[in-house]
T-cell receptor
Framework: DVKVTQSSRYLVKRTGEKVFLECVQD?????MFWYRQDPGLGLRLIYF???????EKGDIPEGYSVSREKKERFSLILESASTNQTSMYLC????????????????FGPGTRLTVL | AQSVTQPDIHITVSEGASLELRCNYS??????LFWYVQSPGQGLQLLLK??????LVQGIKGFEAEFKRSQSSFNLRKPSVHWSDAAEYFC???????????FGAGTRLFVKA
């Protein structure tokens, strides 16, 4: 059974703290993604990675960085958390699908609800 | 610009009634289309996907969707809704800018007894 796990379901942090969100997949997928989900806005891509040590900015990368040192692990880092980063964060992985321009079904973790006070 | 629009923020249907959730996209080439469902407190789960071939796609949990190129639509349907179908539904299209997929804002489905 395929699985994407995220290190925390709920997290409360203070403004200015450095925050690490961890994501691990056990499906040997090439692609991994970090999204934030806010009511009425759907899912917005923060960063994605198509290989180890490779990363690409998504639509809203400001205030975030990522790390992918191993194929199965993709970390999202908030260098200095701010209240406007309070949100639900979703991690996903997918296989590289050459016949579909690289996209395929994404497998999602349960999400981390982050509150920044 | 590539985009996905789900015109209905929320929909309420009676249990046993039929359901149609709308999805319109703007895309310059042949799109690859997805529908996902998110139950409360959960991540997203794929219901179905369209890559090519038959434009009527069958998915899990009794859902189906029809790709209509002329209308730039990929509407999701179910003939008889169950209370457990209450969730948020997301339409998505890709690839965009490499390996990315764009998600719509979602439609929340409420099911009344």
């Amino acid at each position: 059974d395929v699985k994407v796990t995220q290190s925390s379901r709920y997290l409360v942090k203070r403004t200015g703290e450095k925050v690490f969100l961890e994501c691990v997949q056990d499906m040997d997928h090439e692609n991994m993604f970090w999204y934030r989900q806010d009511p009425g806005l759907g899912l917005r891509l923060i960063y994605f990675s198509y290989d180890v040590k490779m990363k690409e900015k998504g639509d809203i990368p400001e205030g975030y960085s990522v790390s992918r040192e191993k194929k199965e692990r993709f970390s999202l880092i908030l260098e200095s958390a701010s209240t406007n980063q309070t949100s639900m964060y979703l991690c996903a992985s997918s296989p590289a699908q050459p016949l579909a321009g690289g996209v395929d079904e994404q497998f999602f973790g349960p999400g981390t609800r982050l509150t920044v006070l | 610009a590539q985009s996905v629009t789900q015109p209905d923020i929320h929909i309420t249907v009676s249990e046993g009634a039929s359901l149609e959730l709308r999805c319109n996209y703007s895309y310059g080439a042949t799109p690859y289309l997805f529908w996902y469902v998110q139950s409360p407190g959960q991540g997203l789960q794929l219901l179905l996907k369209y890559f090519s071939g038959d434009t009527l796609v069958q998915g899990i949990k009794g859902f189906e969707a029809e790709f209509k190129r002329s209308q730039s639509s990929f509407n999701l349907r179910k003939p008889s809704v169950h209370w457990s179908d209450a969730a948020e539904y997301f339409c998505a299209v890709g690839p965009t800018g490499g390996f990315k997929t764009i998600f719509g804002a979602g439609t929340r489905l409420f099911v009344k007894a």
